[in-house]
Nanobody, 125 residues
């Protein structure tokens, strides 16, 4: 079973940037699609971004419309890690952000089987 640990959250002003990291142990991530989700207290968890397992040189990503053009998901299989670069942050991006491993190679918004504990992102107005 894989353990996922997020880091990099914090408090930032509107328009600022943060880079979230997700470190994995116990299993290689290279054969799994990975995703980032977020959740506001009292609301359902929301899909943010996903990245496919890299095959050859193709890196397939998928984003929620609310973050497209502002957030970038990436991965480093050598470090067994996934990242979420968040730019032009808005107060509505405030949430706990979770890293997750998907059962399969391709991107998707469901089918995630392993989850981290989350990291808080707060964007002040």
């Amino acid at each position: 079973q894989v353990q996922l640990v997020e880091s990099g959250g914090g408090l930032v002003q509107t328009g600022g940037s943060l880079r979230l990291s997700c470190a994995a142990s116990g299993r290689t991530l290279s054969n799994s699609a990975m995703g980032w989700f977020r959740q506001v207290s009292g609301q359902e968890r929301e899909f943010v971004a996903a990245i496919a397992a890299i095959t050859r040189t193709v890196q397939n990503t998928y984003y929620a419309n609310s973050v497209k053009g502002r957030f970038t998901i990436s991965r480093d299989n050598a470090k067994n890690a996934v990242y979420l670069q968040m730019n032009s942050l808005k107060p509505e991006d405030t949430a706990i952000y979770y890293c997750a491993r998907r059962s399969g190679f391709v991107v998707g918004t469901t089918g995630y089987v392993d989850w981290g504990q989350g990291t808080q992102v707060t964007v002040s107005s």
